[in-house]
């Protein structure tokens, strides 16, 4: 079993900067994906950055240049950094972690973009 913790969100004006961590405890496999989501009410889920293996990351269009995914496999944390950021990033941000065709989920951090 997995479990995933998420950290890191808050109030923060726009332009500013964030940084969001998952633990991620249980059982850990090579083959793991991590990536961020985030979801707004009313709204799907919807991936944010995807950490697929060493140095090889996907984002979102929206996103691109301005947040950062890392990885620590040996702590089995992932990291979102998020910079400039903009009131359309106001969500509640989930790590996930893919297992073949299972997906894990923490219980989501709040990130609120406003002045």
């Known amino acids: 079993q997995v479990e995933l913790v998420e950290s890191g969100g808050g109030l923060v004006q726009p332009g500013g900067s964030l940084n969001l961590s998952c633990t991620a405890s249980?059982?850990?496999?090579?083959?793991?994906?991590m990536a961020w989501y985030r979801q707004t009410p009313g709204k799907q889920r919807e991936p944010v950055a995807l950490?697929?293996?060493?140095?090889?990351?996907n984002y979102v269009d929206s996103v691109k240049g301005r947040f950062t995914i890392f990885r620590d496999k040996a702590k089995n944390m992932v990291y979102l950094q998020m910079n400039s950021l903009k009131p359309d990033d106001t969500a509640v941000y989930y790590c996930?972690?893919?297992?073949?065709?299972?997906?894990?989920w923490g219980q989501g951090t709040q990130v609120t973009v406003s002045s």
């Open positions: 950490a697929e293996g060493i140095n090889s990351a």
């Open positions: 249980g059982s850990s496999e090579s083959t793991d994906i």
């Open positions: 996930a972690l893919m297992r073949g065709l299972r997906k894990y």
